[in-house]
């Protein structure tokens, strides 16, 4: 069974946005804290947002924070990561996991989509 399947990644110039989305099976999604995290090639894999009980425990890299946006519909067991004004080095895989802490450290996270890509070209 798929647990999180993400989708929405393209290629866009430098300055455009893209929204990300993640399916997630039920129980992945009542069970875990879901994030989403990148790899670019030659890189370690990074935290890029983890949802929080609310927006005060929300949890962005700094290079993203103030352009990407999370959130969440409980409805339909969905993750999505709003992405504005994406620059060069935005360019990554990007994943969506689930783990059992509220951290940004891959690390912590045990569950894991396939990824979908996502290139900036300047």
């Known amino acids: 069974q798929t647990q999180l399947m993400e989708s929405g990644g393209g290629s866009v110039q430098a300055g455009g946005s893209l929204r990300l989305s993640c399916v997630a099976s039920e129980y992945t999604y009542r069970r875990y804290y879901l994030g989403w995290f990148r790899q670019a090639p030659g890189k370690e894999r990074e935290g890029v947002a983890v949802i929080g009980t609310n927006m005060y425990s929300t949890l962005y890299a700094l290079e993203v924070k103030g352009r990407f946006t999370i959130s969440q519909d409980n409805a339909e067991n969905t993750l999505y990561l709003q992405m504005n004004d994406l620059k060069p080095e935005d360019t990554a895989m990007y994943y969506c996991?689930?783990?059992?802490?509220?951290?940004?450290?891959?690390?912590?996270?045990?569950?894991w989509g396939q990824g979908t890509q996502v290139t900036v070209s300047s």
């Open positions: 996991a689930g783990g059992l802490q509220h951290s940004l450290r891959p690390q912590d996270f045990s569950v």
